[in-house]
């Protein structure tokens, strides 16, 4: 089992910076992805920004691409979301995950609010 625990989260103006933090304990042996998704009220969950367990390969939504920044610390079992130059649309609840390629699990995090606004 793996439990992932998000922090960073808040109200922030448009341009502005945050940077979110995932935690996780437990196993991660078995963990081939670590991610961001985002859910905005009334919107379904999408995928923000992934980045291998090994090799560290990113990939980034279109619409956060040059703004957003994945990285990981293995050793500290974390990841984190640097994100700058925020726009009202990246106003959502943010969501840490981990995958396994082998049996297509996924663990979640409960979320964090980030608020886009004046």
């Known amino acids: 089992q793996v439990q992932l625990v998000e922090s960073g989260g808040g109200l922030v103006q448009p341009g502005g910076s945050l940077r979110l933090s995932c935690a996780a304990s437990?196993?991660?042996?078995?963990?081939?992805?670590m991610g961001w998704y985002r859910q905005a009220p009334g919107k379904a969950r999408e995928p923000v920004a992934t980045i291998l367990t090994s090799g560290g390969s990113t990939n980034y939504a279109d619409s956060v691409k040059g703004r957003f920044t994945i990285s990981r610390d293995n050793a500290k079992k974390s990841v984190y979301l640097q994100m700058n130059s925020l726009k009202p649309e990246d106003t959502a609840v943010y969501y840490c995950?981990?995958?396994?390629?082998?049996?297509?699990?996924?663990?979640w995090g409960q979320g964090t609010q980030v608020t886009v606004s004046l």
């Open positions: 437990g196993s991660m042996f078995s963990i081939n992805v």
């Open positions: 995950n981990a995958h396994i390629w082998g049996n297509r699990t996924d663990y």
